[in-house]
């Protein structure tokens, strides 16, 4: 399905309300006791009308390159749709080879912009470096991650915890763990299926370090793909399956699908809007970016895109499913874009993929 197609979806299920949801402003310290206020009336609801830019030159024309996440890629893809409205003579194609593949890519100058569910890797950023490639961190929205099992499933019940996810997910579970009654005591003597996103997947980086302690630290016996779609498919056509991917997917399938709350130790929490942007979703909701290059960001182009980018991501991104940042965070955004900001916020120490944590670390002077 077309990313299009998945907003058509979302629209008719009545997920554009996200956008006014995910408005609330969050605490400016405390990470670990995060707040949420009401909706701020800067945050325009995703209803409203596109906020139009000035563009860089008289007449835009041109293509600009995109790739990496396929969580981010349904957002970049909304706002190329609409951006494409008002110039048509630019063309915005976006692929979604993974967060991974996505900077393998943009590293050696093969794409303009990528998207990015995790902060970029030293090693990636190394590559960047030895090519002269140079790049400013844009936080666009705030994901969580859905664990979900089929309709079909019976005995899970409404909650699983993230020693039990450890249990499925762990490196030394591979070959061993096959069977639920392994993951919890009362479950059926079942087939345990595994589902989740590829390597290369931001997602997949994110999971393996929540659950399991370290990036990239899982048994390899579980099916991959960089499409969630193929995912929905395979978890949703199996009693015995379990799989992960941002939440926007489940909201798309939920009708063959069954999110399970996540129990990090406070007690059984569901993916809603508001735990997600709160962070009580907890440890499985994070901040997805763009990454822009500082060579393509001088085409005029670009420069509009990415300031027609920040200024309607708060529209669009819950009409694909995700939670929009505080509008704070879009209005700082757009400054560190404007001033040619580069580099990353996570070379500061303690700085997490959380907004409240990125945001300190903007205020911080990162």
Not at 186 to 201: F, H, I, K
Request: glycine share 10%.
């Amino acid at each position: 399905m077309s990313a299009i197609s998945r907003r058509r979806v979302l629209r008719a299920a009545g997920f554009g309300s996200l956008a006014v949801a995910g408005a609330a402003i969050l605490a400016a310290c405390g990470e670990s006791e995060p707040v949420a206020t009401q909706a701020s009336a800067e945050q325009p609801a995703a209803s409203q009308a596109m906020v139009a830019v000035t563009p860089a030159a008289d007449q835009l024309s041109g293509t600009i390159l995109v790739d990496g996440s396929s969580t981010v890629g349904p957002i970049s893809q909304a706002v190329a749709e609409e951006f494409q409205k008002q110039f048509r003579d630019v063309r915005v194609p976006v692929g979604v080879s993974g967060t991974g593949g996505g900077f393998k890519k943009f590293c050696v100058e093969e794409t303009d912009i990528s998207d990015a569910s995790r902060f970029i890797k030293p090693a990636e950023a190394a590559v960047c470096d030895e090519n002269g490639v140079g790049y400013i961190e844009l936080p666009v929205a705030i994901d969580g991650i859905a664990i979900v099992v089929s309709q079909q499933n019976s005995w899970i019940g409404d909650s699983i915890t993230t020693d039990e996810l450890k249990t499925m997910w762990a490196p030394e579970s591979e070959g061993q763990i096959m069977d639920w009654s392994q993951i919890r005591e009362g479950l059926p003597n079942e087939p345990l299926l595994l589902y989740g996103p590829g390597t290369d997947s931001g997602t997949y980086d994110y999971f393996t370090k929540a659950i399991n302690g370290e990036e990239g630290a899982s048994r390899g016996d579980f099916t991959p793909s960089e499409d969630d779609n193929v995912l929905v498919q395979g978890v949703s056509g199996d009693a015995g399956a379990v799989g992960f991917f941002g939440i926007a997917y489940y909201e798309q399938n939920a009708e063959v699908l069954k999110a399970l709350q996540v129990d990090g130790g406070a007690g059984p929490v569901f993916p809603t809007t508001q735990n997600i942007l709160t962070g009580k979703y907890a440890p499985l909701s994070r901040v997805i970016f763009i990454y822009v290059s500082t060579v393509a960001a001088e085409r005029s182009e670009v420069q509009t895109f990415v300031e027609f980018y920040l200024k309607n991501a708060a529209n669009l991104v819950g009409d694909v499913g995700y939670v929009p940042l505080p509008a704070q965070m879009y209005d700082l955004a757009l400054e560190r874009f404007t001033a040619r900001k580069t580099g990353t916020v996570s070379a500061m120490e303690g700085v997490t993929d959380t907004p409240n944590s990125v945001l300190e670390a903007w205020k911080a002077g990162a």
